[in-house]
């Protein structure tokens, strides 16, 4: 989901350097064939990506409000490049376009953004939408007669565009829910690589149910060789042998097991503070007295 709010943030970015492209575009060559309005939208669409941008960045806002401002977002720009396109192109050339970058976006944004399919259909048919109403709306003001064939026509293309966006994000939600999945370790989940050496990995990891972090190591089965098993059982031995230790100078063991793919793993207390590395690094030498003490 963090992740998620960063796509939102660039495809944000994106859309609004489209947009002021547009304008730019509009004022050199096109401001025959465009009323004030044109220019306008793309200024909205300028400010609602500031707007959004700086919103899924703030920390004040969960990951659940940030992906669902990204929802509303999509929708509203689908419904500004409608309006603009239908605009220019029934102005300059007397009839609506069958495709716009509408489509586009209600295509791509699931492939950007993993989201659960029924929000991505509600929010990608509200996007859709726009095609007929905007053709609607010129009809009302007099620019353009509309009839019920090109309202079907304007419609296919977003209505394509929904379908694929629905299936496409069934297929990538499935496969980000199988993702996670695959970072369990038992009862715990795997947030972020702490260090890696030869045979194994060290990951941050939190519990499901308790709010206890862990630092989970990870021994991968096919580091182990061709004597595999012989290598686990010492693995195991040597955990439940640092389980029975309660000196204050050595790590907790919570857990230990096996995960689904044969990789071993044991949980342990997670320290805060620097390592050895990091305390040279920052600090420069380590006094005697110290380094002794240590």
């Given at each position: 989901?963090?992740?998620?709010?960063?796509?939102?943030?660039?495809?944000?970015?994106?859309?609004?350097?489209?947009?002021?492209?547009?304008?730019?575009?509009?004022?050199?060559?096109?401001?025959?064939?465009?009323?004030?309005?044109?220019?306008?939208?793309?200024?909205?669409?300028?400010?609602?990506?500031?707007?959004?941008?700086?919103?899924v960045r703030s920390k004040l806002i969960s990951d659940t409000t940030a992906l669902s401002v990204g929802l509303v977002y999509e929708v509203f720009m689908?419904?500004?490049?409608?309006?603009?396109?239908?605009?220019?192109?029934?102005?300059?050339?007397?009839?609506?376009?069958?495709?716009?970058?509408?489509?586009?976006?209600?295509?791509?944004?699931?492939?950007?953004?993993?989201?659960?399919?029924?929000?991505?259909?509600?929010?990608?048919?509200?996007?859709?939408?726009?095609?007929?109403?905007?053709?609607?709306?010129?009809?009302?003001?007099?620019?353009?007669?509309?009839?019920?064939?090109?309202?079907?026509?304007?419609?296919?293309?977003?209505?394509?565009?929904?379908?694929?966006?629905?299936?496409?994000?069934?297929?990538?939600?499935?496969?980000?829910?199988?993702?996670?999945?695959?970072?369990?370790?038992?009862?715990?989940?795997?947030?972020?690589?702490?260090?890696?050496?030869?045979?194994?990995?060290?990951?941050?990891?939190?519990?499901?149910?308790?709010?206890?972090?862990?630092?989970?190591?990870?021994?991968?089965?096919?580091?182990?060789?061709?004597?595999?098993?012989?290598?686990?059982?010492?693995?195991?031995?040597?955990?439940?042998?640092?389980?029975?230790?309660?000196?204050?100078?050595?790590?907790?063991?919570?857990?230990?097991?096996?995960?689904?793919?044969?990789?071993?793993?044991?949980?342990?207390?997670?320290?805060?503070?620097?390592?050895?590395?990091?305390?040279?690094?920052?600090?420069?030498?380590?006094?005697?007295?110290?380094?002794?003490?240590?």
């Amino acid at each position: 989901m963090a992740k998620a709010r960063t796509r939102i943030a660039g495809l944000a970015g994106i859309l609004g350097a489209l947009s002021v492209t547009a304008i730019l575009l509009t004022v050199l060559f096109y401001r025959d064939y465009v009323d004030a309005a044109v220019p306008l939208h793309h200024l909205l669409s300028v400010g609602l990506a500031l707007a959004v941008i700086v919103t899924v960045r703030s920390k004040l806002i969960s990951d659940t409000t940030a992906l669902s401002v990204g929802l509303v977002y999509e929708v509203f720009m689908c419904w500004i490049v409608t309006f603009s396109a239908h605009q220019v192109e029934v102005v300059a050339f007397g009839r609506p376009p069958e495709v716009t970058w509408a489509s586009m976006i209600i295509v791509i944004y699931p492939m950007v953004v993993p989201l659960p399919p029924g929000r991505l259909l509600v929010a990608s048919f509200l996007g859709a939408i726009s095609a007929p109403v905007s053709m609607l709306v010129l009809d009302f003001r007099g620019l353009y007669a509309v009839t019920i064939d090109e309202l079907i026509g304007v419609s296919i293309s977003p209505a394509f565009a929904v379908v694929l966006a629905y299936f496409g994000a069934r297929m990538i939600y499935a496969i980000s829910l199988d993702v996670s999945r695959a970072r369990r370790m038992g009862a715990y989940r795997l947030e972020s690589r702490i260090g890696a050496g030869g045979m194994g990995e060290v990951w941050r990891a939190s519990h499901s149910l308790l709010a206890r972090p862990a630092a989970i190591k990870l021994i991968a089965s096919q580091h182990l060789g061709d004597n595999a098993h012989a290598m686990l059982t010492r693995f195991e031995q040597e955990v439940q042998a640092t389980a029975l230790l309660r000196s204050p100078h050595t790590i907790d063991v919570y857990d230990y097991g096996r995960s689904d793919d044969g990789s071993f793993y044991y949980v342990m207390e997670l320290l805060d503070g620097l390592d050895l590395q990091e305390l040279v690094c920052e600090h420069g030498p380590v006094p005697a007295s110290r380094a002794v003490y240590i």
